[in-house]
């Protein structure tokens, strides 16, 4: 398909060459309760949502895991209000030592909420700080995988079970791929189809 073709395309709701930005939830089922589990919320994701949580007949957001601090995986972190307003208290969000010093700068006002005028409507979000060790969230054990977005930036790729996702990297380090072993499905950052990049895997690689 040729890249008029593509944008032609583009523009058509529900068509997949529509671009947003690179998000999944896991629906987590146990015998005692099912919970939605969704890895970043980048600038589009009020419009994935919309679009999506219906179809699925998702409603609740029982937690938020941060694979690192670029727009397109926290820039829609304000748009949680719509969540904590009006279905859910709060949402738990997960996330690195260091992209939790970026968002003090980024969306300092859902950070440290002393400094919101009362009355405005924000998210509330209860951070919780995760090491690049294996963690728990709803009863799902959670495998940090640490690789490179570009030369020294740290991002995360996760292990939930079987499944490995890994949403932007550039070079993954020895010691991850020990992560991987026996891993059924690998959900793998591919941004071009030609080539790599400095901050991404190319289909080729």
Request: hydrophobic letters at 40%.
């Amino acid at each position: 398909m040729s890249c008029s073709q593509v944008c032609i395309k583009a523009v058509e709701p529900g068509n997949r060459n529509r671009r947003r930005n690179t998000s999944i939830l896991l629906r987590h089922v146990t015998p005692s309760r099912t919970s939605n589990i969704l890895i970043d919320a980048g600038k589009f994701f009020y419009h994935s949502a919309l679009e999506w949580f219906p179809a699925f007949g998702l409603r609740e957001i029982d937690a938020v895991i941060i694979t690192h601090s670029h727009a397109d995986a926290i820039g829609g972190l304000d748009c949680l209000r719509d969540w904590t307003n009006n279905v859910q208290p709060s949402i738990p969000i997960y996330v690195a030592p260091r992209d939790y010093e970026v968002m003090k700068m980024t969306h300092h006002y859902l950070v440290d909420t002393s400094t919101v005028i009362p009355g405005a409507a924000v998210s509330t979000l209860q951070f919780n700080i995760m090491e690049e060790e294996p963690f728990t969230v709803q009863d799902l054990e959670v495998i940090p995988l640490p690789v490179w977005h570009g030369q020294g930036y740290r991002s995360l790729g996760f292990r939930f079970g079987d499944i490995c996702y890994i949403s932007d990297v550039s070079d993954i380090p020895d010691e991850t791929y020990k992560l991987l072993e026996d891993c059924q499905l690998l959900i793998l950052d591919a941004l071009r189809p030609d080539r790599s990049s400095s901050t991404h895997f190319g289909l080729p690689r």
